[in-house]
């Protein structure tokens, strides 16, 4: 049945529209946007009073599928992604074994079609095993329906296998995504190394383990002329210089987390892993950065990087605690209070954050509401108020430091190939 999405305020960036309108979808693609339209025989959603936008499209995510289903599998990571608003994800080839082959990318590929209710797109390891060395099957796996490379988690530390990777990912028009931390700088690091590391007696992780590692790979970005993408960036020295390789017209892009965005290393409760992630929460001038930089246009997406570890490892002591938090059902309501309210964006700038923004990297094909795209949309509300509670979550896992946080605005309803897969 065709679905007609009524009377929203209708926000596609890719399509300069913002306007008042309607969106009829049919056979799982965009049909018509415009006033009045009343087709015979439609399901009616009424958004009035809400947005409706291209679907949101998260390019950094943990599935932990095959390997750690005990924290989150293809199926229970999409539907949290759906309750954020989220109707396409990337994911980390982080699993067990790891995203570095065919074999891999086809399973997940698989089961995502079997399981999944929205969109999920692997992303390959760069290297076998995620070991820094040797090269992986990224040819292989691009056929397979690899969108991108990266080792997340881990850096790759070898400067002349990051070379190499680049000019494959050239070759195959892919970007290459990385994890910067120069591990010889964080290693034994719990937390932001600062006033506060010093004072709770963990060993600190410093903002310089991310800027030599950006600076290092922006001058290899410059070398080989690949497309080159930093996961979570977190300092303001970091910002500075993706916004300088871009000056120079650098294919250079970088994501944003709604944690790193909305969270400095004084928000954190003394010893709670829900607060313990890489790159960790920094000090309120990296945050600023961060938050400058997502208005000014140098961070091109907001993506969650959100990583569930299971109850019984993240109940550990602080030291001994896998880094990582889940992020899929509050993005946006951390969005829209820390960049829509305060005036630091725009709602149409919003929506690019989560749409073109992280299209524009990907390339999934998807990213807006112009007749014969795929029906994928996100409904959200400025003004609903909700409570987050981590006890409802449809991810497997529990850790968040946002739990019974209030919200001002998130999303209503998501929308996949024409069919409503969650709403409020
Ligand atoms: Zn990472």
Redesign the pocket.
């Known amino acids: 049945m065709p679905l007609l999405i009524q009377n929203g305020r209708v926000i596609d960036p890719a399509s300069n529209t913002d306007a008042v309108a309607d969106v009829l979808i049919a056979d799982g693609r965009i049909a018509t946007v415009g006033p009045g339209l009343s087709p015979a025989g439609a399901e009616v959603f009424d958004a009035g009073g809400m947005i409706v936008a291209p679907g949101f499209i998260d390019m950094?995510v943990h599935l932990r599928e095959p390997g750690f289903e005990h924290a989150e599998t293809i199926e229970s990571g999409s539907r949290a992604a759906a309750a954020g608003g989220f109707t396409s994800i990337c994911c980390?080839p982080n699993t067990k074994p790891v995203n570095d082959s065919v074999t891999v990318t086809s399973y997940i590929v698989d089961r995502a079609r079997s399981k999944a209710v929205v969109n999920v797109f692997p992303i390959g390891a760069i290297t076998k095993g995620s070991a820094g060395e040797e090269i992986a099957a990224i040819g292989g796996m691009k056929a397979a329906g690899a969108v991108a490379i990266?080792d997340?988690?881990q850096?790759v530390m070898n400067a002349r296998v990051m070379r190499r990777a680049m000019e494959f990912a050239r070759s195959y028009d892919l970007p290459v995504i990385q994890?910067c931390?120069d591990l010889t700088l964080s290693a034994g690091g719990d937390m932001h190394e600062g006033a506060q590391s010093v004072r709770w007696g963990l060993r600190g992780i410093p903002a310089a383990s991310e800027d030599v590692m950006v600076a290092r790979d922006l001058v290899l970005a410059h070398l080989t002329g690949a497309r080159y993408h930093v996961?979570?960036i977190s300092t303001a020295n970091s910002v500075a210089m993706v916004a300088y390789a871009r000056r120079q017209g650098l294919p250079v892009t970088c994501e944003a987390t709604p944690h790193h965005f909305s969270l400095t290393d004084e928000d954190m409760r003394a010893y709670d892993s829900n607060y313990k992630m890489?790159?960790p929460l920094r000090s309120s001038p990296h945050r600023e950065a961060v938050l400058y930089a997502l208005a000014r246009g140098t961070v091109t997406a907001i993506a969650t990087?959100h990583?569930p570890h299971a109850g019984s490892d993240k109940m550990q002591e602080f030291e001994r605690c896998p880094f990582?938090v889940i992020g899929l059902e509050t993005a946006l309501g951390l969005a829209l209070e820390h960049l829509y309210a305060p005036g630091l964006v725009t709602l149409p700038r919003l929506v690019e954050l989560f749409t073109t923004g992280p299209e524009s990297v990907m390339r999934l094909g998807r990213g807006t509401l112009a007749p014969g795209a795929p029906g994928d949309v996100t409904i959200f509300s400025t003004d609903v108020d909700w409570t987050y509670d981590v006890n409802n979550s449809p991810s497997r896992s529990r850790n968040s430091p946002f739990h019974n946080r209030s919200f001002r605005g998130g999303p209503m309803a998501t929308v996949v190939a024409g069919e409503i897969c969650w709403k409020r």
């Open positions: 950094h980390m990266s997340d988690g850096p994890h931390e996961a979570h890489k790159p990087d990583a990582g």
